[in-house]
């Protein structure tokens, strides 16, 4: 028995010495590791280290090792140079937070097919002394966070190493404070072992900037975009085709054609509608798009990129088209964007009656401001409805707005917030608007929303929602709410929403958008007949009511 128990140890000995690690578990552990001690490391999240070359000489160092002891040699070692984390009583405390946990996920410590007892043992002690207060990496201003000091390394392609940095900067940045991780397609562990041979890959700026934002693209978050001039010229191009357009149906209707600098005719016309770009339905580009462009749903991918369909690099594009009951193919020009001109049109009211009866005001959210409100309020307030179109980006009206609108205070919405001392965790907090007013509005409250009702418009509406008399029309809001994150990866400008929202009773709002109480969708024949189908519909509803 004793021999069998000595065989049974050198067995085990060999296998776990023996144990191949692949490249792509080698960094991905690295990532985790790397991460974790930036934010939960007292010396490290004090900014006592450079950890930027800390992680470019563990990238050097793990080319030399390819099993599971070797590595965590490499990471126990580690670890302990790093200095002496002093115990933290002020880490067990319990505090009155109300904590949300659903993105908080350290399990991967003690995935005992990577890191061995010990390095998992050093990870939890670190989790459990924590850096507390002042982070180096992470600030916080008001009711929300950003990430600082970190250095740029430039947006152009020079080696592998920092392109690995650029995907752990970012990863992280989502893995502990993205209130919606939870929420992605794809598991944000999964996103991890995908992206990493797609960064080993990368040998010049395009490719660079087009898995950056494949990456970005993982968030499913109609907030985040990354800004890169390299994607725009090669992806879409800098010529434009001269015409406005809506989209409806999977198909563009034309609706206005622009004059250009050299005054050519187009061969487009207002009503035509296009069902076909260079061989490819609308619906086959927006697909072919998508893996660069973060939506938090299908109608918010249309929104970010329909505007983009009739660009070009070439001097004209062909097209596809109905018009007047016939299908016709057309070669149509493209222009520099300088050399297309818009007419200035007319700023529409920031409020107005809709009827000659003076019963139905209509208020236009996206224009009117915090010091029109009284006024607005005065004229309108003895009709017998109000129509309050949010299919834009209001000014910060939702506050005084509730005090005029609403009988009382309620609470209209939730949000979480990244808990600096515990990355990871986030913790919820209620809020309320509206005050006691028995002169509040008696009328009928109509909402009017779209995929362009997104963010401070979707709060708003749920303001709106907690009128006795409030009624939504229209169509699927975007679904990307709370306070956004702006910040820099690979010296490119981005961004991703950064505090969670949702109903008051907890449901969720982000992907799913606000669902209107009366479903309303623009149509093809609608567009080319210059009819605003919802406003429509909502007239339509008020004369149903007593």
């Given at each position: 028995?004793?021999?069998?128990?000595?065989?049974?140890?050198?067995?085990?000995?060999?296998?776990?010495?023996?144990?191949?690690?692949?490249?792509?578990?080698?960094?991905?552990?690295?990532?985790?590791?790397?991460?974790?001690?930036?934010?939960?490391?007292?010396?490290?999240?004090?900014?006592?280290?450079?950890?930027?070359?800390?992680?470019?000489?563990?990238?050097?160092?793990?080319?030399?090792?390819?099993?599971?002891?070797?590595?965590?040699?490499?990471?126990?070692?580690?670890?302990?140079?790093?200095?002496?984390?002093?115990?933290?009583?002020?880490?067990?405390?319990?505090?009155q937070?109300?904590?949300?946990?659903?993105?908080?996920?350290?399990?991967?410590?003690?995935?005992?097919?990577?890191?061995?007892?010990?390095?998992?043992?050093?990870?939890?002690?670190?989790?459990?002394?924590?850096?507390?207060?002042?982070?180096?990496?992470?600030?916080?201003?008001?009711?929300?966070?950003?990430?600082?000091?970190?250095?740029?390394?430039?947006?152009?392609?020079?080696?592998?190493?920092i392109?690995?940095?650029?995907?752990?900067?970012?990863?992280?940045?989502?893995?502990?404070?993205f209130?919606?991780?939870?929420?992605t397609?794809?598991?944000?562990?999964?996103?991890?072992?995908?992206?990493?041979?797609?960064?080993?890959?990368?040998?010049?700026?395009?490719?660079?900037?087009?898995?950056?934002?494949?990456l970005?693209?993982?968030?499913?978050?109609?907030?985040?975009?990354?800004?890169?001039?390299?994607?725009?010229?090669?992806?879409?191009?800098?010529?434009?085709?001269?015409?406005?357009?809506?989209?409806?149906?999977?198909?563009?209707?034309v609706?206005?054609?622009?004059?250009?600098?050299?005054?050519?005719?187009?061969?487009?016309?207002?009503?035509?509608?296009?069902?076909?770009?260079e061989?490819?339905?609308?619906?086959?580009?927006?697909?072919?798009?998508?893996?660069?462009?973060?939506?938090?749903?299908?109608?918010?991918?249309?929104?970010?990129?329909?505007?983009?369909?009739l660009?070009?690099?070439?001097?004209?594009?062909?097209?596809?088209?109905?018009?007047?009951?016939?299908?016709?193919?057309i070669?149509?020009?493209?222009?520099?964007?300088?050399?297309?001109?818009?007419?200035?049109?007319?700023?529409?009211?920031k409020?107005?009656?809709?009827?000659?009866?003076?019963?139905?005001?209509?208020?236009?959210?996206?224009?009117?401001?915090?010091?029109?409100?009284?006024?607005?309020?005065?004229?309108?307030?003895?009709?017998?409805s109000?129509?309050?179109?949010?299919?834009?980006?209001?000014?910060?009206?939702?506050?005084?707005?509730?005090?005029?609108?609403?009988?009382?205070?309620?609470?209209?919405?939730?949000?979480?917030?990244?808990?600096?001392?515990?990355?990871?965790?986030?913790?919820?907090?209620?809020?309320?608007?509206?005050?006691?007013?028995?002169?509040?509005?008696?009328?009928?409250?109509?909402?009017?929303?779209?995929?362009?009702?997104?963010?401070?418009?979707?709060?708003?509406?749920?303001?709106?929602?907690?009128?006795?008399?409030?009624?939504?029309?229209?169509?699927?809001t975007?679904?990307?709410?709370?306070?956004?994150?702006?910040f820099?990866?690979?010296?490119l400008?981005?961004?991703?929403?950064?505090?969670?929202?949702?109903y008051?009773?907890?449901?969720?709002?982000?992907?799913?958008?606000?669902?209107?109480?009366?479903?309303?969708?623009?149509?093809?024949?609608g567009?080319?007949?210059?009819k605003?189908?919802?406003?429509?519909?909502?007239?339509?509803?008020?004369?149903?009511?007593p």
């Open positions: 028995m004793r021999k069998y128990s000595l065989f049974l140890l050198l067995f085990l000995s060999l296998h776990f010495s023996a144990q191949v690690i692949t490249e792509t578990q080698k960094l991905e552990s690295l990532c985790r590791i790397w991460g974790f001690l930036k934010y939960y490391h007292p010396h490290v999240a004090k900014g006592n280290i450079n950890w930027d070359k800390q992680l470019f000489q563990k990238i050097n160092e793990l080319e030399h090792i390819h099993d599971k002891q070797s590595l965590n040699t490499l990471y126990s070692d580690w670890i302990t140079n790093l200095g002496e984390v002093p115990l933290c009583k002020e880490c067990s405390v319990k505090d937070k109300v904590y949300f946990l659903k993105n908080f996920d350290l399990r991967w410590i003690d995935n005992s097919q990577i890191f061995s007892d010990d390095v998992s043992q050093k990870l939890r002690y670190i989790e459990n002394n924590r850096n507390l207060g002042d982070n180096h990496y992470v600030g916080k201003g008001g009711r929300k966070i950003y990430f600082r000091n970190e250095k740029s390394y430039g947006s152009e392609f020079t080696s592998q190493t392109s690995l940095l650029e995907l752990f900067r970012y990863w992280n940045y989502v893995e502990y404070f209130p919606y991780k939870y929420e397609d794809q598991n944000w562990n999964d996103v991890l072992s995908e992206m990493i041979p797609k960064f080993l890959m990368i040998d010049n700026d395009e490719n660079f900037h087009l898995t950056l934002a494949e970005v693209t993982k968030t499913d978050d109609s907030h985040a975009f990354i800004s890169s001039k390299e994607i725009q010229l090669n992806q879409y191009g800098k010529r434009k085709v001269p015409v406005e357009y809506s989209y409806a149906e999977g198909k563009l209707v609706t206005k054609i622009n004059n250009t600098r050299s005054r050519n005719s187009s061969p487009l016309h207002t009503g035509d509608i296009i069902y076909d770009i061989g490819k339905t609308i619906p086959q580009m927006i697909n072919s798009l998508g893996k660069y462009v973060p939506a938090s749903n299908s109608w918010g991918k249309v929104s970010k990129i329909k505007d983009k369909l660009f070009s690099n070439n001097d004209s594009i062909s097209v596809k088209i109905e018009r007047e009951g016939q299908n016709l193919e070669k149509t020009k493209t222009y520099l964007v300088k050399d297309i001109f818009h007419e200035k049109t007319v700023a529409p009211k409020w107005k009656f809709i009827d000659d009866e003076k019963k139905t005001g209509y208020v236009n959210m996206g224009m009117i401001e915090k010091e029109d409100l009284d006024e607005m309020y005065r004229e309108l307030k003895s009709t017998k109000i129509i309050f179109d949010i299919r834009n980006y209001p000014k910060q009206t939702i506050i005084p707005l509730s005090y005029l609108l609403l009988p009382e205070p309620s609470v209209y919405y939730q949000f979480t917030f990244p808990d600096t001392s515990y990355p990871g965790k986030f913790y919820s907090r209620k809020n309320v608007t509206g005050r006691k007013n028995p002169e509040y509005y008696k009328g009928n409250v109509i909402v009017l929303v779209d995929e362009n009702t997104q963010s401070q418009a979707e709060t708003t509406t749920m303001m709106f929602k907690q009128h006795p008399k409030a009624k939504i029309i229209g169509s699927n975007s679904g990307a709410n709370g306070d956004v994150i702006m820099k990866i690979a010296d400008d981005t961004r991703f929403t950064g505090l969670g929202a949702y008051p009773d907890g449901r969720e709002t982000q992907r799913i958008g606000i669902i209107p109480d009366i479903l309303v969708k623009p149509s093809v024949e567009i080319k007949n210059g605003d189908e919802v406003l429509e519909k909502a007239l339509e509803y008020i004369e149903t009511i």
